[in-house]
């Protein structure tokens, strides 16, 4: 029973890399979209959250169902729990992703935001993938200076997103009100994808070495 208790742990830990995988893949697609204004691209992210959101909920089950079978203890039961947790910011770091390209999907053939804030978006949609591809190796490996290297490329995103918000707000602002709109909801999606990731180097973090690291840290 303990051989088999193992394996199902293993396959929990093997699901949530599976699962990162694909939300790196539509990030990666969408920002993509986003900067392209690829309609073709947008579709296929948005067709395609509906496999996170079913891996997702088929490792809950699996975890769940851990939970009420094997009643474990100790570092086997905070990795159950946290996979349901971590199982829970991957889906939303795909709905993240999605919303990018819906943005993309709403403008098309036009780009999202105007010339003067594409640098910006770019260099934001490059460290969002960036981290999705961190995450995956840091739930492949529990290597904690990859989940310091999250955070510290979350740092970068926070800095660009408070930046979109100076240069909508500011007095040389030109753009139309739906340019504020879609520039600011952007901005957002692309700022929360990075803080999920965040979220879960912290659980994986703790997993590995025992400390918690507090969220406003």
Aim: aromatic share 6%; net charge negative.
């Amino acid at each position: 029973m303990r051989e088999v208790f193992q394996q199902e742990l293993r396959e929990v830990q093997e699901r949530l890399v599976e699962i990162s995988t694909l939300v790196a893949i539509s990030i990666e697609n969408a920002t993509r979209a986003f900067t392209e204004s690829n309609v073709s691209l947008a579709e296929t992210v948005i067709a395609d959250d509906d496999k996170i959101d079913i891996a997702a909920a088929e490792l809950d089950e699996l975890a769940i169902n851990i939970l009420a079978r094997q009643q474990p203890v100790a570092r086997d039961l905070r990795i159950v729990v946290s996979a349901l947790r971590i199982s829970a910011s991957l889906e939303r770091m795909g709905d993240m992703a999605e919303h990018i390209a819906q943005l993309a999907r709403y403008r098309f053939p036009e780009k999202v935001v105007p010339k003067s804030l594409r640098p910006t978006f770019a260099e934001m949609g490059q460290l969002d993938v960036q981290i999705a591809r961190m995450l995956v190796e840091l739930l492949t490996t529990e290597d904690v200076k990859i989940a310091e290297a999250i955070r510290n490329e979350d740092d970068k995103v926070d800095a660009l997103h408070l930046s979109v918000f100076d240069k909508v707000l500011g007095e040389t602002w030109k753009g139309q009100a739906v340019d504020t709109v879609d520039a600011t909801l952007a901005s957002r999606y692309h700022e929360r994808f990075a803080d999920h990731a965040v979220s879960i180097a912290k659980k994986v973090q703790y997993l590995a070495t025992g400390d918690w690291v507090p969220q406003g840290d």
